[in-house]
């Protein structure tokens, strides 16, 4: 039996899925998440940054190192896209993540690149490292923190409201 991109869907989805993703986007969404656990990060999605941009994925390791992975789910959405420059100035690492039919070398050599399914994913190229500022790196941490304890307790008591980044 296939497997579509909707079996991915999780029962918390709301939390990560506001409407603007197709299933493609979290299909990958899924395996990049995978990918970053396995490297011993946590992960978040569809964080609110503070330039009023949203990371598509974005993870903080025990070290403190903040990845963002930009997900790019066809051809069209890489090119219709002029906004992922911005991103470098809130992570350490700046990543795209697709699937395997979006061909790699559509990827600037400047960003790493990820190639994802719903199970896992494979780091193709690493991303260059480009240090955050020390006050940059608390605020994010602290949003980072914010945001996803507020997304533990509105699994524990739906009631609780939004703070905006959910």
Not at 53 to 58: E, L, N, Q, S
Not at 75 to 93: I, L, S, T
Not at 127 to 150: E, S, V
Request: charged content about 25%; hydrophobic content about 45%; glycine content about 10%.
């Amino acid at each position: 039996m296939p497997v579509t991109p909707t079996a991915f869907a999780s029962p918390i989805d709301s939390f990560i899925n506001d409407g603007r993703q197709s299933d493609t986007a979290r299909m990958i969404q899924r395996g990049v998440g995978r990918l970053l656990v396995a490297h011993d990060f946590s992960v978040l999605y569809e964080l609110p940054l503070a330039s009023g941009r949203r990371a598509d994925v974005i993870g903080l390791n025990g070290g403190g190192e903040v990845w963002i992975v930009e997900i790019k789910s066809s051809v069209e959405d890489f090119r219709a896209d002029h906004k992922w420059p911005d991103y470098r100035q809130h992570c350490d690492r700046l990543f795209f993540a697709t699937h395997a039919d979006v061909p790699a070398e559509l990827f600037p050599e400047d960003a790493g690149l990820i190639v994802a399914d719903g199970y896992g994913g494979a780091m193709l190229r690493a991303a260059p490292l480009h240090r955050l500022a020390g006050a940059t790196r608390k605020a994010l941490t602290l949003r980072f923190a914010t945001l996803a304890a507020r997304r533990i307790q509105q699994l524990i008591d739906p009631g609780i409201p939004d703070i905006g980044g959910s």
